[in-house]
């Protein structure tokens, strides 16, 4: 909830505790563990338009007057958290500022001790990065399923410490969940370096960024594989790697042309999260006490007709009881993520950010979260999870959408769950009535005028959070390959969840469970039997993935036939439904037919759903088109003449590229 005290909170800074504008740090001695236990961000940069606000963490450090050494930083103001153990503290770093270890000076009766900080020279260039396009493909790892590296971070750790970014080394908590390779929902060890060693097998595919789920410290006791209740925001959990090394895999994912983006929660932490025990502030998360559930309800947002009490329950219910709801009403929250995703992006190098289950944020908030990130890197692309199948609901959330309450998300990019839940049913019927079948991907199309920018739409059949696309297709090979070549030519970004390339299946050896659709990438671990990551495992490949290297060499030459594209990347597009001639039966064709095109060059896609051939109507398209047209077929290769009678086998599309 918005508490009106903080806008007062806002006009006030506690100047009481500043100390002088610049101190000579050495004849201070220098904090330990048990007087300042951490300081967030861990370092920062010179040049950057960010304000920087320090959370100190400290047994009585609320009380502490606080000065910086050199010229280069300065003290503004410091806010005493109302718990006793927190500062927060408001740096200028001046704009002439050197690069180098800084020390901030805290003082109480009569006491002093330093904490050095590090400050570093910005790279060229950072503020102007790129980002990901509709000239990508985005393929979608969790990392503890693809591949393992390193055996030795696979236990449970006791401690340790390492030093990845800050001026002081960090403190590794116990990780109690350990890995067990036959538990569905345990840890099964993938890493960091799991998947720099197989960058080649991801860029070769097609794919051009990488989105990984979270890697920051999960400490959960049970399931906390996945990454999405963080206990640690600035730390890359260990049986991953360290910070320094996913700043590797980084910049070794750049050299292999591609990009990286960090899936990032702002709703919700983990109840491991060190702050639960004694939060800075009283309503630093939503306190649910009686617990409440978070309603699902988006609708509320948007909804003129919503009662209040929906609304607060949709902002302030908890995800999951192990998930406590982030306040990010109070402005210290915001600020602490606001500058945590510049950190990351800053520190590591990255291309973009995806949020996860953006509307349960409070939506005020979370516009000046993106506003903040945006201001600091203008061309940084940002997507959410809005998981709606309704179309308006789902729009919503896009940045500049006119939405009639005058809000506005910020946020560039949308995940198109629409077109996802379209695509899933459309090619599992086949015996179909008017609005079923392929009709349903017209007709969620036919509703683009409703988005503000379709470039900015990540389209997608299927992620970590859905079934097996192969399960839910009837392990069918070919309805696979249509889904592949609709998210190949259809507008927008598209994303591939690993192993959808090969029809990857949940286990049968376990209860059917998220973990169990989450399957380990065969040929990753040291031992396998199977290895799906090479041409010669694919080729040998046991009867499971008996359609494997079929189904990996069809989306390759489609992929990466697309890097190519400039119809698919920034084309518009037109598209055709046949219905069937059989009077009133109110059957239609289950065909699907469209022109994606510039000015200069045009793709023509067919898509056959039915159990038999299918005879082009080329006639039918004339409006974009007159006359047979030469063109080349992106899937054989072959040059075809597109006229009428091309015959399109059951299952299957006919993707051909041609010049206007």
């Given at each position: 909830?918005?508490?009106?005290?903080?806008?007062?909170?806002?006009?006030?800074?506690?100047?009481?505790?500043?100390?002088?504008a610049?101190?000579?740090?050495?004849?201070?001695?220098?904090?330990t563990?048990?007087?300042?236990?951490?300081?967030?961000?861990?370092?920062?940069?010179?040049?950057?338009?960010?304000?920087?606000?320090?959370?100190?963490?400290?047994?009585?450090?609320?009380?502490?007057?606080?000065?910086?050494?050199?010229?280069?930083?300065?003290v503004?103001?410091?806010?005493?958290?109302?718990?006793?153990?927190?500062?927060?503290?408001?740096?200028?770093?001046?704009?002439?500022?050197?690069?180098?270890?800084?020390?901030?000076?805290?003082?109480?009766?009569?006491?002093?001790?330093?904490?050095?900080?590090?400050?570093?020279?910005?790279?060229?260039?950072?503020?102007?990065?790129?980002?990901?396009?509709?000239?990508?493909?985005?393929y979608l790892?969790?990392?503890?399923?693809?591949?393992?590296?390193?055996?030795?971070?696979?236990?449970?750790?006791?401690?340790?410490?390492?030093?990845?970014?800050?001026?002081?080394p960090?403190?590794?908590?116990?990780?109690?969940?350990?890995?067990?390779?036959?538990?569905?929902?345990?840890?099964?060890g993938?890493?960091?370096?799991?998947?720099?060693?197989?960058?080649?097998?991801?860029?070769?595919?097609?794919?051009?960024?990488?989105?990984?789920t979270?890697?920051?410290?999960?400490?959960?006791?049970?399931?906390?594989?996945?990454g999405?209740?963080?206990?640690?925001?600035?730390?890359?959990?260990?049986?991953?790697?360290d910070?320094?090394?996913?700043?590797?895999?980084?910049?070794?994912?750049?050299?292999?042309?591609?990009?990286?983006?960090?899936?990032?929660v702002?709703?919700?932490?983990?109840t491991?999260?060190?702050?639960?025990?004694?939060?800075?502030?009283?309503?630093?998360?939503?306190?649910?006490?009686?617990?409440?559930?978070?309603?699902?309800l988006?609708?509320?947002?948007?909804?003129?007709?919503?009662?209040?009490?929906?609304?607060?329950?949709?902002?302030?219910?908890?995800?999951?009881?192990?998930?406590?709801?982030?306040?990010?009403?109070?402005?210290f929250?915001?600020?602490?993520?606001?500058?945590?995703?510049?950190?990351?992006?800053?520190?590591?190098?990255?291309?973009?950010?995806?949020?996860?289950?953006?509307?349960?944020?409070?939506?005020?908030?979370?516009s000046?979260?993106?506003?903040?990130?945006?201001?600091?890197?203008?061309?940084?692309?940002?997507?959410?999870?809005?998981?709606?199948?309704?179309?308006?609901?789902?729009?919503?959330?896009?940045?500049?959408?006119?939405?009639?309450?005058?809000?506005?998300?910020?946020?560039?990019t949308?995940?198109?769950?629409?077109?996802?839940?379209?695509?899933?049913?459309?090619?599992?019927?086949?015996?179909?009535?008017?609005?079923?079948?392929?009709?349903?991907?017209?007709?969620?199309?036919?509703?683009?005028?409703?988005?503000?920018?379709l470039?900015?739409?990540?389209?997608?059949?299927?992620?970590?959070?859905?079934?097996?696309?192969?399960?839910?297709?009837?392990?069918?090979?070919?309805?696979?390959?249509?889904?592949?070549?609709?998210?190949?030519?259809?507008?927008?970004?598209?994303?591939?969840?690993?192993?959808?390339?090969m029809?990857?299946?949940?286990?049968?050896?376990?209860?059917?469970?998220?973990?169990?659709?989450?399957?380990?990438?065969?040929?990753?671990?040291?031992g396998?039997?199977?290895?799906l990551?090479?041409?010669?495992?694919?080729?040998?490949?046991?009867?499971?993935?008996a359609?494997?290297?079929?189904?990996?060499?069809?989306?390759?030459?489609?992929?990466?036939?697309?890097?190519?594209?400039?119809?698919?990347?920034?084309?518009?597009?037109?598209?055709?439904?046949?219905?069937?001639?059989?009077?009133?039966?109110?059957?239609?064709?289950?065909?699907?037919?469209?022109?994606?095109?510039?000015?200069?060059?045009?793709?023509?896609?067919?898509?056959?759903?039915?159990?038999?051939?299918?005879?082009?109507?080329?006639?039918?398209?004339?409006?974009?088109?007159?006359?047979?047209?030469?063109?080349?077929?992106v899937?054989?290769?072959?040059?075809?003449?597109?006229?009428?009678?091309?015959?399109?086998?059951?299952?299957?599309?006919?993707?051909?590229?041609?010049a206007?």
């Open positions: 909830m918005r508490k009106a005290f903080w806008a007062l909170t806002a006009l006030l800074a506690v100047a009481a505790c500043n100390g002088p610049a101190v000579d740090p050495s004849s201070v001695a220098e904090a563990p048990s007087q300042i236990a951490r300081v967030e961000p861990l370092s920062w940069w010179t040049g950057m338009k960010t304000d920087l606000q320090l959370l100190v963490q400290g047994p009585g450090i609320g009380a502490c007057d606080v000065a910086v050494s050199g010229s280069g930083l300065r503004k103001a410091v806010h005493p958290g109302d718990s006793p153990n927190y500062l927060f503290v408001d740096v200028e770093v001046v704009p002439k500022a050197k690069p180098g270890t800084y020390y901030f000076v805290f003082s109480k009766d009569g006491q002093s001790f330093k904490y050095p900080y590090l400050l570093q020279e910005r790279a060229a260039g950072s503020a102007q990065r790129g980002s990901y396009t509709t000239a990508d493909l985005i790892i969790m990392p503890d399923r693809f591949s393992s590296a390193f055996q030795d971070n696979d236990s449970a750790w006791q401690g340790g410490e390492y030093i990845d970014g800050s001026a002081r960090w403190k590794v908590p116990a990780t109690p969940d350990a890995v067990d390779r036959q538990d569905p929902v345990a840890r099964h993938g890493d960091i370096q799991g998947m720099i060693n197989h960058l080649d097998y991801v860029a070769d595919l097609g794919a051009t960024a990488i989105w990984c979270p890697l920051l410290l999960d400490n959960q006791p049970y399931e906390s594989y996945h999405y209740a963080c206990a640690d925001y600035y730390h890359i959990d260990p049986r991953f790697g910070n320094a090394l996913y700043k590797t895999f980084v910049e070794e994912s750049h050299k292999k042309g591609l990009k990286v983006i960090m899936d990032i702002t709703n919700h932490c983990g491991a999260h060190w702050w639960m025990e004694d939060p800075p502030f009283k309503d630093w998360y939503h306190v649910n006490e009686p617990y409440m559930q978070m309603n699902a988006f609708s509320v947002y948007m909804d003129p007709n919503a009662a209040q009490v929906d609304r607060d329950r949709q902002e302030s219910g908890w995800f999951v009881p192990s998930m406590p709801d982030m306040n990010l009403d109070n402005p929250v915001l600020k602490y993520f606001q500058q945590w995703a510049v950190w990351w992006i800053e520190y590591a190098g990255l291309d973009g950010l995806r949020v996860d289950t953006y509307p349960y944020n409070e939506p005020g908030p979370m000046r979260w993106c506003k903040a990130v945006l201001e600091e890197y203008p061309q940084m692309n940002i997507v959410g999870e809005c998981w709606d199948y309704n179309i308006p609901q789902v729009a919503y959330w896009q940045k500049d959408n006119p939405n009639p309450d005058g809000f506005n998300s910020n946020l560039p949308i995940m198109d769950f629409p077109l996802e839940h379209a695509i899933i049913t459309a090619l599992c019927e086949d015996q179909v009535w008017w609005d079923e079948g392929m009709t349903r991907i017209y007709t969620v199309l036919g509703q683009d005028f409703v988005y503000k920018d470039s900015h739409m990540l389209t997608f059949f299927a992620n970590h959070d859905h079934a097996r696309t192969g399960d839910i297709l009837r392990r069918d090979p070919r309805r696979m390959k249509l889904a592949i070549t609709l998210l190949a030519t259809l507008r927008g970004i598209p994303q591939l969840y690993y192993g959808d390339e029809m990857f299946l949940e286990r049968k050896d376990c209860p059917s469970h998220d973990g169990a659709k989450r399957i380990d990438f065969p040929g990753g671990w040291e396998d039997n199977t290895d990551f090479s041409e010669e495992g694919r080729a040998s490949a046991p009867a499971l993935y359609s494997a290297r079929d189904l990996h060499d069809y989306t390759r030459t489609l992929m990466q036939w697309r890097k190519g594209s400039k119809a698919l990347q920034e084309g518009k597009t037109l598209h055709f439904l046949s219905r069937a001639n059989v009077g009133a039966s109110n059957i239609t064709d289950n065909t699907y037919a469209f022109f994606r095109y510039t000015d200069t060059e045009a793709v023509f896609v067919y898509i056959n759903n039915t159990e038999e051939n299918r005879s082009l109507d080329w006639d039918h398209y004339a409006e974009f088109v007159q006359g047979p047209v030469q063109g080349k077929d899937l054989s290769g072959a040059d075809v003449t597109l006229q009428n009678g091309v015959v399109v086998a059951p299952k299957s599309a006919l993707v051909v590229a041609f206007r």
